[in-house]
Structures are given as C-alpha cells and as structure tokens.
C-alpha cells in the first residue's frame, strides 16, 4: 500500500513554455501532499504543501505565480510550472501523506530539463 | 533557523557497520525520519523514531536522542546496494507536519 505516482517522469521543454506534472495517490486518500526540488547532489528542498481544497503553502523563496499548485482531489495535486526557464531544470519530487501520520510517502520524481 | 547536519560522505567496506550521524534543532520537534536516496530515484522511507532509544529494522537501526538534538542511521553487514545517499529529515511541529531535510550523506560501500 501506499503508493504515490507521478506523471510525466521525464520532460523536455523549450524556454518560455509550462509544464504541468501530476502527482497521485493510488491506494490512499492524501489530504496533504507536498513539493520538492532537488539539483544534483543536493538534498530535497520543499517548495510547497498542497492541502486539498485550500490555497498551497510555498516555502519562503518560491515564487507562488511561477510555481503553481491545484489539489483538486483527494488523490491529486499538480505543479505547474510557467515560463520555465534553463535555471528551472531540476528534479521535482512530490509526497504524499495519509490522514493524520506523519509519515511521506514520495512519488518517483519527475526530470524536468529547460532547453 | 532550522538546521539539521549531517556529513557530506562516507565510506565503508561491504560487510562492515557503518553509522550514519545527524543532528538537528530540538524546537518544535515532531519526530525524525531517515530515507536512503539512489542517484536518480525518490527518496524510500527506512525508518521514524519519536521517541529516546533504539529502533531495529533488519540490518538497519536508528537511535535518537531529543534532549541532544542527536540521531544515528546504524547500517549492518553492508552490501554494494547500501550504497546510495541516506537522508535524515526532521518533522516540524504545527501546520502540516512538514519535513525538513539535511543535505544527506552519500554512502560509498566497497568490497
């Protein structure tokens, strides 16, 4: 059980385009799910926590009009990114988490490269 | 702020121990949780301890001290694919239980 899947898992754009990337729940209700970011040999930095029905909570630093957020559902968070520039090619990791625990179950990441 | 430490890289021989250290600040604390990391794949959770002590899982262990701000991942008759990077996170109390991550450490594990 537990498991969080994302979509697409790699993706290639041209600058100045957006790029939207889902994040599911598949065997659990998540009314929490959050964001991260992750360059290479560094570590998962949070962007934001989605919270299903309400307006994202972004980490001081993320621009909330770039880095745009929808919990739609329970099951379903998307991260759209606008205008994505070269500097914006990273890995995005998004948790999810059931209920009240405080545990993070993570998605498989999505490889998003800015041309 | 909101720090937590842990070392940059390890090394260690395929069926040694190796211990794995962190350390973060005790306010607001909700628990601490280590995840191991392979290059290029999500972070898979390893174990949460929120209490003083020990806890065993198979080869892996954790121990946390909250008086201390203090855990360690204790890693037993290590395998070529321990190798990878091990991440500790602390869990913030209040809001949304969010975690904060160390920057990780990356584990070299040679025969």
């Known amino acids: 059980g537990a498991v969080v899947s994302q979509h697409p898992s790699r993706v290639i754009c041209k600058s100045g385009t957006s790029v939207k990337i889902e994040c599911r729940s598949l065997?659990?209700?998540?009314?929490?799910m959050f964001w991260y970011r992750q360059f290479p040999k560094q570590s998962l930095m949070l962007m934001a926590t989605?919270?299903?029905?309400?307006?994202?909570?972004?980490e001081q630093g993320v621009e909330k009009d770039k880095f745009l957020i929808n919990h739609a559902s329970l099951t379903l968070s998307t991260l759209t990114v606008t205008s994505a520039h070269p500097e914006d090619s990273s890995f995005y990791i998004c948790?999810?988490?059931?209920?009240?625990?405080?545990?993070?179950?993570f998605g498989p990441g999505t490889r998003l490269t800015v041309t | 702020g909101q720090n937590i430490d842990q070392p940059t890289e390890m090394t260690a021989t395929e069926g040694a121990i190796v211990q794995i250290n962190c350390t973060y600040q005790?306010?607001?604390?909700?628990?601490l949780f280590w995840y191991q990391q392979h290059a290029g794949e999500a972070p898979t959770f390893l174990s949460y301890?929120?209490?003083?002590g020990l806890e065993e899982k198979g080869r892996f262990s954790s121990f946390l001290s909250r008086s201390k701000g203090y855990s360690y991942l204790l890693l037993k008759e290590l395998q070529m694919k321990d190798s990878a990077s091990y991440l500790c996170?602390?869990?913030?109390?209040?809001?949304?239980?969010?975690?904060?991550f160390g920057a990780g450490t990356r584990l070299a594990v040679h025969p």
């Open positions: 948790s999810a988490r059931p209920g009240n625990t405080y545990e993070q179950y």
């Open positions: 065997d659990f209700q998540a009314t929490t």
């Open positions: 989605s919270n299903e029905g309400s307006k994202a909570t972004y």
């Open positions: 005790t306010s607001g604390f909700n628990g």
């Open positions: 301890n929120v209490l003083d």
């Open positions: 996170a602390w869990a913030i109390s209040g809001g949304y239980n969010k975690l904060i």
